[in-house]
């Protein structure tokens, strides 16, 4: 069983910067892929970025990139999501996923653990 914990959500305004957590706990996630995904109002969870086990091989949503950047710290157990240049646009939950190595990235329906979330609101 894996935990998943988000943090550094908050109240930022459009062109600020935030850089979301994932703190894993239970078990390692170093051979998992992890994703981060968005849910707006009254909407399914969106994707955002994925990156593979051991860092190599990154994706992200087609109008996110150059914008968003997943990255994570297997000593640490932690995946991050940075977040530039945010646009009022991009206010929603945030959620963290792990899933099995070779899974589609894209596909939320491939992750087994999620966290709970945490709030973006970015004003314009």
């Known amino acids: 069983q894996v935990q998943l914990v988000e943090s550094g959500g908050g109240l930022v305004q459009a062109g600020d910067s935030l850089r979301l957590s994932c703190k894993a706990s239970?078990?390692?996630?170093?051979?998992?892929?992890m994703g981060w995904f968005r849910q707006f109002p009254g909407k399914e969870r969106d994707f955002v970025a994925a990156i593979s086990r051991y860092g190599s091989t990154t994706y992200a949503a087609d109008s996110l990139k150059g914008r968003f950047t997943i990255s994570r710290d297997n000593a640490k157990n932690t995946v991050y999501l940075q977040m530039n240049s945010l646009k009022p646009e991009d206010t929603a939950v945030y959620y963290c996923?792990?899933?099995?190595?070779?899974?589609?990235?894209?596909?939320?329906?491939?992750?087994?653990?999620w966290g709970l979330g945490t709030q973006v609101t970015v004003s314009s």
């Open positions: 239970g078990r390692t996630i170093s051979s998992n892929t």
């Open positions: 996923a792990s899933g099995p190595a070779g899974m589609i990235p894209g596909n939320q329906y491939h992750y087994a653990y």
